[in-house]
């Protein structure tokens, strides 16, 4: 059958904000805005496409528009203090990757 969890999330969408029957949609009830684009992942049902077939297409949509993503990186705030002391330690990582990388090379 199909992905259970893709039947959960389609039930979800649609309880919340129903849609035509061969669409799906992301609920427009978030009033997301990402920066640089202003709609939401939709699909439409084709002719020769099975449910799962655009549960698949959904998803692959929601995940390409990095829409999952970024909510869960808003969930909570981060103040720019920590902010800074995330990316200092995310450089200092990429150093020693590219030290022990030449080390390696040579």
């Known amino acids: 059958m199909g992905n259970k969890r893709c039947d959960?999330?389609?039930?979800?969408?649609h309880t919340l904000?129903?849609?035509?029957?061969?669409?799906?949609d992301f609920p427009r009830c978030?009033?997301?805005?990402?920066?640089?684009v202003n709609t939401l992942p939709k699909v439409t049902l084709?002719?020769?496409?099975?449910?799962?077939?655009?549960?698949r297409r959904f998803s692959r949509e929601v995940?390409?528009?990095r829409l999952?993503?970024?909510v869960r990186r808003k969930r909570w705030f981060v103040?720019?203090?920590?902010?800074t002391r995330i990316a200092k330690k995310k450089?200092?990582?990429r150093t020693r990757k590219s030290q022990k990388e030449q080390q390696q090379g040579v």
């Open 63 to 65: 995940v390409k528009s």
């Open 46 to 55: 084709r002719s020769d496409e099975s449910q799962e077939q655009l549960l």
């Open 91 to 93: 450089a200092a990582r």
């Open 17 to 24: 904000c129903p849609a035509p029957s061969n669409v799906v």
């Open 68 to 70: 999952l993503t970024d």
């Open 79 to 83: 103040s720019k203090s920590e902010l």
């Open 8 to 13: 959960v999330s389609v039930t979800w969408a």
């Open 30 to 36: 978030l009033n997301y805005k990402k920066k640089g």
